[in-house]
């Protein structure tokens, strides 16, 4: 999909238009902004939390059963294969949601080195759900 720089810049000046529109304290507003990333950073890890674990035992349920069906060997060898790639696919999603925290961390960190501000999300700024 192609946007055209004048499409590109109207599209900037709404946005900066809607932002600027935004009145209020800017401790309720960072105070806002905490809350929108930890349930964000909460649903992450819970959803993919939970898709992990299932492809953790749907690979080692496949892994363990592929040795016990007497089947011929290239179906033996996909099945090995897809066990193994659910296997993988669920180590990666634990990986996702251990760097889940550290991630928005280091994307605010930008933005507060842009001159923005912006409080590190730790287990003390997110209320335990």
């Known amino acids: 999909m192609r946007i055209s720089k004048v499409r590109a810049l109207l599209y900037l000046l709404s946005i900066a238009s809607l932002l600027s ?11 806002s902004l905490t809350a929108v990333l930890c349930s964000f950073v909460t649903g992450i890890q819970n ?11 749907v690979g080692g349920a496949m892994y363990a059963l592929v040795h ?3 089947t011929s060997v290239d179906f033996r060898k996909s099945m090995q294969g897809w066990s193994s790639a659910l296997i993988i696919g669920g180590l990666v ?8 925290v550290p991630i928005v961390n280091m994307i605010g960190g930008f933005a507060a080195a842009g001159g ?13 759900t």
């Open 21 to 31: 529109s935004v009145s209020g304290d800017a401790a309720a507003l960072q105070a």
């Open 47 to 57: 959803i993919i939390g939970i898709i992990a674990l299932s492809l953790f035992l």
């Open 68 to 70: 016990f069906i007497p």
């Open 93 to 100: 999603g634990l990986i996702v949601v251990i760097l889940a």
């Open 116 to 128: 923005g501000s912006f409080t590190p999300i730790d287990a003390s700024t997110c209320p335990a």
